[in-house]
């Protein structure tokens, strides 16, 4: 990821039957929430909400992370922090967290 980029990932939610085949888990009813920010800068937090940096991709059991030009150049130069959390249906539990470098883009030179 770099700033003054778009940014986007998708994630493919998945568990495993006795034999080891991947099936995909179907989460068209979860409600998420989450965050995006700059671990050693707090201030530096972007909501994150389904409609709103967050959808459901074309296949079962996939999310979507979206970022615009603008989100990466606020969160600005660092290691990012990205938690989502399913709020509905309960209980309420984080369902993703990983970290990601954000390199100074080519046009903030």
Known sequence: MQTNSEWSTIFQFQTTHSGGIPISVDI???????TAERTNLIDNSLP?????????????GQLIINLS???????????????????DPLP????????I?????????
């Open 69 to 87: 030009e603008d989100d990466t150049a606020f969160l600005d130069v660092g290691k990012i922090s990205f938690e989502i959390i399913r709020t």
């Open 48 to 60: 994150l909400a389904m409609g709103s940096r967050l959808s459901l991709g074309g296949g079962i």
């Open 92 to 99: 309420q539990r984080p369902v993703l967290k990983f970290f």
């Open 28 to 34: 068209s009813s979860w409600t998420m929430i989450g």
């Open 101 to 109: 470098q954000n390199y100074k883009g080519l046009t903030d030179v």
